[in-house]
């Protein structure tokens, strides 16, 4: 057991190593990119991009906010132009967000800056463990997913 802990402690600074680049390359693209945005503005914008509009609740609930805080950060992207508001036209309280053009061309921006960044970190690697590093990082999402959903059954 003591080795699964030295090792364990040893993967523990190797993803923050691999955090805080990453989270460099988010900072940068906002520099280079010249706009203000906080964490959680960024994350919305994200969530937003990769899977189109969505309801309010919805994104709360992925990012673990209540939605009222989740509204003043849509509040904050809609005075930015990133983001607009949709009510439903069958039940006013269900609202929803999307990206507009403006936030789509960010979103696209940033997720070409990540690639540079991702690339820079992977050219590090040969073809064999770039392959590996990908599939076992695709188990260990796909199964914490499963392991969330457990819980969440429970």
Do not use: P
Not at 73 to 89: C, M, N, Q, T, W
């Amino acid at each position: 057991m003591e080795n699964w802990d030295k090792l364990l402690d040893e993967l523990i600074d190797y993803w923050e190593i691999l955090f805080y680049q990453l989270k460099d390359a988010d900072n940068s693209a906002c520099l280079i990119l010249n706009s203000r945005l906080s964490e959680q503005e960024l994350k919305v914008i994200i969530f937003l991009g990769k899977n189109g509009e969505e309801r309010m609740k919805d994104i709360a609930e992925h990012m673990n906010l209540v939605v009222s805080s989740l509204t003043s950060i849509a509040d904050k992207l809609v005075e930015k132009k990133y983001v607009e508001r949709r009510r439903s036209k069958s039940d006013r309280r269900i609202v929803r967000l999307s990206l507009t053009k403006k936030g789509q061309n960010f979103f696209s921006e940033l997720r070409e800056i990540k690639k540079t960044k991702g690339k820079e970190i992977l050219s590090l690697l040969n073809d064999e463990d770039k392959k590996v590093y990908v599939e076992l990082m695709r188990k260990m999402v796909e199964r914490s997913k499963m392991n969330k959903n457990t819980k969440a059954e429970l």
